[in-house]
Nanobody
Framework: QVQLVESGGGLVQAGGSLRLSCAASGISISANTMAWYRQAPGKQRELVAE???????NYLDSVKGRFTISIDNAKNTVYLQMNSLKPEDTAVYYC???????????WGQGTQVTVSS
């Protein structure tokens, strides 16, 4: 059974930083594409960052230079380091595992990030 458990969300002032973690079980994160998505109230879920099994990364334009996705293979955990946070980064952030044998990703439960101005 695949489980993705996010942590690290919270309330932070604009300009601050947070690090989100996604601990995976039942799946090897190094063998799959792992991603962070976010969904703000009234908006569609959007891809924030992803990292492939070959360690290639891709970022939403609005977070380039501020967010960094990384993995710790030993801990089977994916991270999203978020710096210079802005109020428009406020959303529920979801960890996702994109696997070849499913048309839909595995999802975590989400963690709330709120950035105050």
């Amino acid at each position: 059974q695949v489980q993705l458990v996010e942590s690290g969300g919270g309330l932070v002032q604009a300009g601050g930083s947070l690090r989100l973690s996604c601990a995976a079980s039942g799946i090897s994160i190094s063998a799959n594409t792992m991603a962070w998505y976010r969904q703000a109230p009234g908006k569609q879920r959007e891809l924030v960052a992803e990292i492939t099994s070959g360690s290639r990364t891709n970022y939403l334009d609005s977070v380039k230079g501020r967010f960094t996705i990384s993995i710790d293979n030993a801990k089977n955990t994916v991270y999203l380091q978020m710096n210079s946070l802005k109020p428009e980064d406020t959303a529920v952030y979801y960890c996702a595992a994109l696997v070849w044998y499913r048309s839909n990703p595995y999802w975590g439960q989400g963690t709330q990030v709120t950035v105050s101005s």
